[in-house]
């Protein structure tokens, strides 16, 4: 079993940045994608990025792409999520994801992902 655990969250106000970051077990970390979701009151869960398992393949939402930054660390078996120019609706509970995959395709479905952290609250005043 993979277990992410996810932390950086907390309260920001507009404009600010946040470092989110996950760790996963070290002796499987480098076989499986990870991703960033998220999830706010009374909406839907969402991809945010997703990164493969090297590195060399990034994928972002549209509302994300230009502030939010991906990047993975696989000799720390660590993943990040830079969020800069942050605003209210980036305010949700931030999940980390893993899957396997032997391809470079970055999956954007929840159902997708096999392996989830227990999220991390991310608040953006006004």
């Known amino acids: 079993q993979v277990q992410p655990v996810e932390s950086g969250g907390g309260l920001v106000e507009t404009g600010g940045s946040l470092r989110l970051s996950c760790r996963v077990p070290?002796?499987?970390?480098?076989?499986?994608?990870m991703a960033w979701f998220r999830q706010a009151p009374g909406k839907e869960r969402e991809f945010v990025a997703g990164i493969s398992r090297a590195g060399s393949e990034r994928d972002y939402a549209e509302s994300v792409k230009g502030r939010f930054t991906i990047s993975r660390d696989n000799a720390e078996n660590m993943v990040y999520l830079q969020m800069d120019s942050l605003e209210p609706k980036d305010t949700a509970i931030y999940y980390c994801?893993?899957?396997?995959?032997?391809?470079?395709?970055?999956?954007?479905?929840?159902?997708?992902?096999?392996?989830w952290g227990p999220g991390t609250q991310v608040t953006v005043s006004s």
């Open positions: 994801a893993a899957r396997e995959s032997l391809t470079l395709v970055i999956a954007t479905r929840p159902d997708d992902y096999d392996y």
């Open positions: 070290g002796f499987t970390f480098s076989a499986h994608h």
